[in-house]
């Protein structure tokens, strides 16, 4: 369906003509993408903060998410699309797919999260305290609120991450804007992988400014201090 | 018979230990392309961060510049690069795979290398100007391996993104474990692609090692027990 023959740079053409093809792929690489790191923070905080609470919890969360970190992204499609029956191709690589881009946001977003909670000022936790906060409240309340822009530090960098690591689940059907890249490689031509190394690169950007505009509403104090020292 | 039983028959079969399909010249290849990679990446990456580091300027522009290159896919670059008729001829697949995985390396070299050179005292700095050294002194003998921790974190972090990594290069048709990773994809053939995996991953956490111990040698005795806690923390932002 495509005139190869001359391999231009870019030939905008293609991108009119392939756009209903380039949007689902855009499509599957953000579900891809938010599946994974929405999963990925449900499980991360609860863990971060019992490694944070206990120090018997630390080492074996800190093990396993350094190791599943460790381990190289295609091997570890490979690995898991072998233990799950049909995992390497859809859709049963979508479990395959899911799990290994989870376990690599786990690190991240655990270490950040004890970072930020290591961080919570001393003086704010005596004052929950001397309010009478249970140990609990105080967590949920005092601790959690204030870890939150390291939290959402951590959310940056997992995202990212993801994002760029989604490409290679095309090896195993998948893919998102993988698609156009592996699909560009095996024609021999430079625009569909431009296409999807361009649009990777925007929805990076796109998340990135995103999650910002998240951590602001979120963190408003952060917002407010600095009104003040524009003010004063 | 059952999976394990198959997989232990490959890692057995002495016909997977010779030839140029063979595991020993396989993990041999992986293992020069990452090596290669990860030192023109030292070279480039190190080389910046020291100059913006020691003269202080233009440092945030670069560490921002390497930040945002992050996002760009290396699957993308690599296939790109593949494709060119001038690269892709040249030392089969060597060439894309060694320019794709090194544009990977920079980054977190470079990073760690800034902010190793920005965390020296600069009180530290100032005497040893004061004690009369040269401003090449001063970087040889004080700031050097004051960051040096800091770079080896760079280095460890990017030496074990480019051993993962340089599976894919096997996708541009550089043979080496990822060739089996990759068959194995293709055919089905779960035995295969698990054995590449294992292998991949016994030469992340050899290099993983190694690198650790090389850290531990070349910081300070002084600072070995403080760094690590930093380095850390360096280390994990970048992937």
Do not use: C
Request: aromatic share 8%.
């Amino acid at each position: 369906m495509l005139l190869l023959g001359a391999n231009p740079f870019f030939r905008w053409s293609y991108v009119t003509s392939q756009w209903g093809q380039i949007q689902a792929d855009l499509v599957q690489h953000i579900e891809l993408t938010l599946l994974a790191v929405a999963i990925g923070t449900v499980i991360s905080i609860p863990l971060a903060v019992l490694a944070w609470r206990f120090r018997i919890v630390r080492t074996p969360v800190f093990g396993v998410a350094s190791a599943l970190y460790i381990i190289p992204s295609l091997a570890l499609f490979a690995v898991l699309g072998g233990i799950i029956p049909g995992g390497y191709v859809p859709p049963h690589s979508w479990l395959t797919a899911e799990v290994a881009l989870v376990g690599y946001t786990l690190l991240i977003l655990i270490w950040n999260t004890v970072a930020g909670l290591n961080a919570v000022p001393s003086d704010a936790r005596e004052a929950a305290t001397a309010l009478g906060y249970s140990p609990t409240a105080a967590l949920m309340r005092v601790d959690l609120p204030l870890a939150r822009p390291y939290i959402f530090a951590g959310l940056r960098v997992a995202t990212s991450t993801v994002i760029g690591l989604v490409t290679v689940t095309a090896l195993i059907g998948l893919g998102g804007l993988g698609q156009q890249i592996t699909y560009g490689f095996n024609i021999g031509y430079n625009t569909p992988i431009i296409v999807g190394l361009v649009l990777s690169i925007i929805l990076a950007a796109i998340a990135d400014l995103l999650l910002v505009g998240a951590q602001r509403l979120a963190v408003p104090w952060s917002r407010t201090s600095r009104r003040a020292r524009q003010g004063s | 018979m059952s999976f394990f039983d198959r997989l232990f028959h490959w890692f057995t079969s002495s016909a997977n230990w010779s030839g140029s399909n063979g595991i020993p010249e396989l993990f041999w290849r992986q293992l020069e392309l990452s090596a290669v990679v990860v030192v023109t990446a030292l070279i480039i990456g190190g080389g910046l961060g020291v100059v913006l580091g020691h003269t202080g300027r233009g440092g945030l522009v670069a560490v921002n510049a390497a930040n945002a290159f992050r996002a760009v896919p290396t699957l993308a670059l690599l296939t790109l690069l593949a494709i060119q008729p001038s690269i892709s001829l040249k030392w089969g697949g060597f060439l894309a795979s060694w320019i794709a995985l090194t544009a990977l390396a920079i980054p977190p070299i470079l990073t760690n290398t800034f902010v190793g050179m920005r965390e020296v005292d600069a009180d530290v700095r100032e005497a040893a100007k004061a004690v009369g050294l040269t401003g090449g002194q001063v970087l040889r003998r004080v700031e050097a391996p004051l960051a040096a921790p800091f770079v080896m974190a760079g280095v460890r972090t990017a030496a074990i993104e480019v051993v993962a990594t340089s599976t894919l290069a096997a996708f541009v048709s550089y043979s080496d474990l990822g060739t089996y990773v990759i068959s194995g994809l293709n055919t089905q053939n779960t035995v295969l692609s698990v054995a590449g995996a294992l292998l991949v991953g016994v030469m992340a956490g050899v290099v993983a090692l190694s690198l650790g111990l090389i850290t531990r040698a070349v910081t300070p005795i002084p600072l070995r027990s403080r760094v690590r806690a930093r380095t850390l923390t360096a280390g994990t932002a970048a992937r």
